[in-house]
Structure formats: C-alpha cells, structure tokens
C-alpha cells in the first residue's frame, strides 16, 4: 500500500515510523516535508493517506482523499457539527470503495482485549458499574500550542477515549450521558472534566490533564465479581485483575497479569487499517455515536462553565 502521512505532529512522525516503507510522501504546511497541501500530492502516486493534523481540519482532508477513493486512517477525534455531515462521509466512501478508519489506537492495548473477551464471556454476570479515568500532564503543552486549548479541551481529546472504550467493550446501549463536573484550572479550555450515565451499566469517566503522573484506571464490578486495569502499557507496568466474588462476604480470589513492555499499540492499529481496507470496512458509524455524545456533553458544559 502506498501511504502518504498528512501532518508531521508528534502523532503523524509515529505514524510514519510505524508505516516504514509504505510511506511514499509527507504533506505539512509547517514542518519539512515533500508538499505543503494535500492538493500538490499527485493523486496516482499513493493509495491511502495518514490524517494528523489539527481537529478542524480533518473532515475537509477526509472528505477530499475519499472522493479521490483513498483510504484513510484518521486520528482520532473524528468530529462534526452533526451526525448528518459524518453519514454522508461514510456514503461518499463506500461509493468510492475507499476506507475510513478512526484511530482509536487503545483497542490494541493488550489489557483491553482482556477486558473485552472477560465481558463478552459473561464470567461476570451483571455488570452493574464501570469506572474509567484517564489523566496526563499535559495540561501546559496544551495551553502552549498553537491550536489545542480552545474549545471542550480535554473532554473532546481524552473523552473521546474513554467513550470509544465504552463502546468496544459494551457496544451501544442507550446511555444518556451528563456532565458531572467541568473545570478549567490551568487553561483556556476544560482541563478537568468528569461525566457519567446511568443504564447498564452505571458509567463514571473521568479525564484530566493535570496529572503529575500519566494515569489509566478502570474498575467493572459485576454480579460475580470485579475487574480492574492499572495503566497502559506505554506508562507501564500495566496490570490487569480478575477478582472472583466471595459471599456472603470476605477476601476474593483473584488472577492478576502485569506487562512491562513497549506500546504495541500504534503498530497492531496500523496493521488492522491495512486489512480493513483490503476488507472494505470502515468504522464512522463509531464516530456518528461518539460524535453525537460528544456534541451534546460539549454544549452542556460550555453553556453551564463559569468564565
């Protein structure tokens, strides 16, 4: 597959070093690279294209690749106004047999896949609650950049994670999702966000940038037990625990497995893309649920955010 990377950030130079020898160009309009747009790279020298740039610029490059009937792998978040504008992108690529693929790059972690095949296994039995937080320090390289500290901040960028995690492990059930807490204590836009949604099961997704240590956690407690993750593996250790429930009451059995390696993640995401694009298979309806999710919880925290 001939791949060319759009946005040389510190996503898009991870995404080239993953895609090696596939990457036959680079386009940035700032860092050096072979075209400054998307337009000067002649549309018969590459098959797929790398999106990383800014958020209010990908559904205009996505938009143009697909009518061209290149795939593409776009990082995530993948937003718009409405659901409308993100259907009618799925429609133009399925016309022209092109692949639209979010990067949700979080699947691959070894530990969500755990978590997945646990749940789907039904060992636990009811799912009554699932806790998810996530937090980096980011907090000041977000309000140094060029682009990032504007808008829903952290909750459009990391909550979008936590909301694609929700949805691979659980699929779409009809949550309604409310802001718990909003708030901007070190920048322009929200950098301590906290949401949740009653239904099954009960949803508490926290996210901040203003961690002093790079975090995940996540707690499910069910009928017949609980499990847990503690980090990512990019942040290790990262440990996974299945506790086993004890009644009528008293210490749980438990199974626990910890990893210390590399983040394996960009590479198995990448090499995913190129079989859903040899299968045709696209993922924007993701997007469309995230999207419609994110839109609402955005407004509702911008209109009740104090200034």
């Given at each position: 597959?001939?791949?060319?990377?759009?946005?040389?950030?510190?996503?898009?130079?991870?995404?080239?070093?993953?895609?090696?020898?596939?990457?036959?160009?680079?386009?940035?309009?700032?860092?050096?690279?072979?075209?400054?747009?998307?337009?000067?790279?002649?549309?018969?020298?590459?098959?797929?294209?790398?999106?990383?740039?800014?958020?209010?610029?990908?559904?205009?490059?996505?938009?143009?690749?697909?009518?061209?009937?290149?795939?593409?792998?776009?990082?995530?978040?993948?937003?718009?106004?409405?659901?409308?504008?993100?259907?009618?992108?799925?429609?133009?690529?399925?016309?022209?047999?092109?692949?639209?693929?979010?990067?949700?790059?979080?699947?691959?972690?070894?530990?969500?896949?755990?978590m997945k095949a646990l749940l789907d296994s039904g060992?636990?039995?009811?799912?009554?609650?699932?806790?998810?937080?996530?937090?980096?320090?980011?907090?000041?390289?977000?309000?140094?950049?060029?682009?990032?500290?504007?808008?829903?901040?952290?909750?459009?960028?990391?909550?979008?994670?936590?909301?694609?995690?929700?949805?691979?492990?659980?699929?779409?059930?009809?949550?309604?999702?409310?802001?718990?807490?909003?708030?901007?204590?070190?920048?322009?836009?929200?950098?301590?966000?906290?949401?949740?949604?009653?239904?099954?099961?009960?949803?508490?997704?926290?996210?901040?940038?203003?961690?002093?240590?790079?975090?995940?956690?996540?707690?499910?407690?069910?009928?017949?037990?609980?499990?847990?993750?503690?980090?990512?593996?990019?942040?290790?250790?990262?440990?996974?625990?299945?506790?086993?429930?004890?009644?009528?009451?008293?210490?749980?059995?438990?199974?626990?497995?910890?990893?210390?390696?590399?983040?394996?993640?960009?590479?198995?995401?990448?090499?995913?893309?190129?079989?859903?694009?040899?299968?045709?298979?696209?993922?924007?309806?993701?997007?469309?649920?995230?999207?419609?999710?994110?839109?609402?919880?955005?407004?509702?925290?911008?209109?009740?955010?104090?200034?």
């Amino acid at each position: 597959m001939r791949l060319i990377v759009v946005g040389l950030g510190t996503q898009g130079r991870k995404r080239r070093a993953v895609a090696g020898d596939d990457v036959v160009g680079t386009v940035d309009p700032v860092q050096p690279a072979d075209y400054r747009t998307l337009g000067d790279v002649p549309v018969d020298t590459y098959d797929a294209a790398v999106v990383s740039t800014p958020d209010d610029v990908k559904l205009e490059l996505v938009t143009y690749l697909l009518g061209h009937g290149k795939h593409v792998l776009v990082e995530k978040p993948l937003l718009a106004p409405d659901a409308g504008s993100l259907e009618a992108l799925a429609a133009l690529g399925r016309g022209r047999r092109a692949v639209c693929y979010t990067a949700y790059n979080h699947r691959f972690e070894p530990h969500f896949g755990r978590m997945k095949a646990l749940l789907d296994s039904g060992d636990l039995g009811h799912v009554y609650r699932c806790r998810l937080f996530y937090g980096n320090g980011t907090a000041r390289d977000v309000r140094n950049s060029s682009w990032r500290d504007k808008g829903a901040g952290v909750l459009t960028d990391l909550g979008s994670h936590l909301l694609d995690t929700v949805l691979f492990w659980f699929g779409q059930r009809p949550w309604s999702f409310r802001v718990l807490s909003c708030h901007r204590f070190e920048n322009a836009a929200f950098d301590d966000v906290v949401i949740g949604a009653e239904g099954e099961p009960v949803l508490e997704l926290g996210m901040t940038l203003l961690s002093w240590r790079n975090h995940f956690t996540c707690d499910v407690v069910a009928e017949r037990g609980s499990a847990h993750i503690e980090s990512l593996c990019k942040w290790g250790p990262s440990t996974f625990i299945h506790r086993w429930r004890t009644l009528p009451s008293g210490r749980p059995d438990e199974q626990s497995v910890t990893l210390v390696q590399p983040d394996p993640t960009w590479a198995l995401e990448y090499e995913h893309f190129r079989r859903a694009c040899a299968l045709g298979e696209g993922n924007v309806a993701n997007d469309v649920w995230i999207t419609e999710r994110l839109n609402t919880l955005a407004a509702s925290a911008l209109a009740g955010a104090r200034p």
